[in-house]
């Protein structure tokens, strides 16, 4: 039986090797392409059943590629789902003719993505529905890997990619690996996925055993490690410093003292956390410009109006919409009417501190990255502000390259 095809045209290595991965998983033909002619001719001569393309090839090639294939009757009914990391509203109207499906904007969280596809293709995709949480971080040249909640089978599969992602940004070739685990149950059938957790780390964070410390209070993880041969030597401890020291070799007061400096900005923590930003063409809906173009809201709380107004003009050439506060309580009040996408944080100010915002934004489960700047570089303070989930941690004073930088970083993954 001839399976059904599907054709990729992406941007991102990355993305284009997960995808087809996965897809492949699930029984679908997986024709892949970078190039618009190549496309073009692939659409032609396979005839898949859908294909899925960048913006960017759209947007950048000498060929109208919708146009042609609107106007060959073989492939003109082939449903398209298109990603893309911006697209304005004129670009919608011009391409909503051509049987565009659905559009994702950037970054894409993949699991909206392949029930799109399930949907679409009428296929059943058997995906495992343990809830878990796994946030990667990288702080110098260490990946943080926070798992919560459970183990679940395809978000570990993906984690291979974000690491493969890190590794290629910022050109690392081994990693030392801190994996922090907290409230975690498992049961004895998930020890396998937790075996093929650490192998994930061990093959793609191209690293050893000695180079992976665990972080928890679970004392269920000592018996599942110590019942695997393999792993048994894995070292486990439920001190936070101890583990950081031990990767390191150096202690964190000393980290910080060089944090600040121009030279040591990538030592600065930062975080990067997937969200989904997706929409479907509707004829009967006409889509606002803000949710076409993904206008980036980013909001600034600090008491100094100098520090305001620097931070504000260091993203002001990115097209954001900005919003500043000289309180945090003005903030809370603004956030029943807007959310933002980031949020730039002070620690110390009057009537309501950075610490209590952090609390407020816990106990209502918002979920947008916090990128805190700060003059304040106690261990006791970082400690306490990383325990909140921020996405960064920057002493000031601080270039505008870095505060730019650190914002793109905690925004702009592809998956």
């Known amino acids: 039986m001839e399976k059904d095809k599907i054709l990729l045209v992406e941007n991102s290595e990355l993305m284009t090797s997960f995808l087809k991965e996965k897809l492949s998983q699930f029984g679908f033909e997986v024709i892949t392409s970078h190039d618009t002619f190549d496309a073009l001719i692939k659409l032609k001569n396979n005839i898949p059943d859908l294909l899925i393309m960048d913006y960017y090839f759209i947007k950048n090639s000498k060929i109208d590629f919708l146009k042609e294939k609107y106007e060959n009757k073989t492939v003109k009914d082939i449903p398209i789902i298109l990603t893309a990391s911006k697209l304005d509203l004129d670009s919608l ?23 799109t596809i399930s949907e679409l293709m009428k296929k059943k995709f058997l995906f495992d529905k343990t809830p878990c949480i796994i946030d ?48 975690l149950d498992l049961q004895e059938s998930d020890y396998k996925k937790f075996y093929n957790l650490i192998e994930t780390l061990l093959k793609y964070g191209n690293t050893n055993i000695g180079y992976i410390k665990i972080l928890t209070h679970i004392k269920q993880i000592k018996d599942i490690i110590s019942k695997n041969e393999k792993f048994k030597y894995l070292e486990i401890t439920d001190n936070v410093d101890d583990a950081i020291i031990k990767l390191t070799d150096t202690d964190i007061e000393e980290l910080l003292a060089t944090a600040s400096t121009k030279e040591d900005e990538d030592r600065n923590t930062f975080f990067w956390k997937n969200e989904l930003n997706n929409f479907e063409i509707n004829a009967d809906k006409l889509l606002n410009i803000s949710e076409v173009e993904r206008v980036i809201r980013a909001c600034i709380i600090d008491d100094d109006p100098f520090i305001l107004e620097y931070i504000k003009d260091s993203l002001i050439q990115t097209g954001w919409l900005i919003k500043t506060y000289n309180n945090a309580k003005d903030f809370i009040d603004d956030l029943k009417n807007f959310t933002p996408d980031i949020l730039f944080l002070d620690i110390m100010m009057p009537v309501m501190s950075g610490f209590d915002l952090l609390e407020y934004i ?49 925004l702009n993954m592809d998956f």
């Open 136 to 183: 990667v971080t990288l702080n110098d040249n260490i990946l943080f890997i926070d798992v919560a909640k459970g183990l679940n089978v395809d978000k570990i599969d993906s984690l291979k990619f974000k690491i493969l992602e890190l590794k290629k940004l910022y050109k690392i070739e081994t990693f030392k690996i801190l994996l922090i685990i907290t409230d």
């Open 362 to 410: 816990k106990r209502k489960n918002y979920t947008f990255p916090v990128i805190i700047l700060s003059a304040l570089s106690q261990k006791e303070t970082v400690k306490k502000a990383l325990s909140y989930n921020i996405k960064s941690y920057i002493i000031k004073p601080v270039e505008p390259d870095l505060i730019l930088k650190k914002a793109y970083e905690a």
């Open 93 to 115: 109207f011009n391409i909503a003719k051509n049987k565009i499906y659905k559009i994702f904007l950037k970054p894409i969280l993949i699991e909206d993505l392949l029930n």
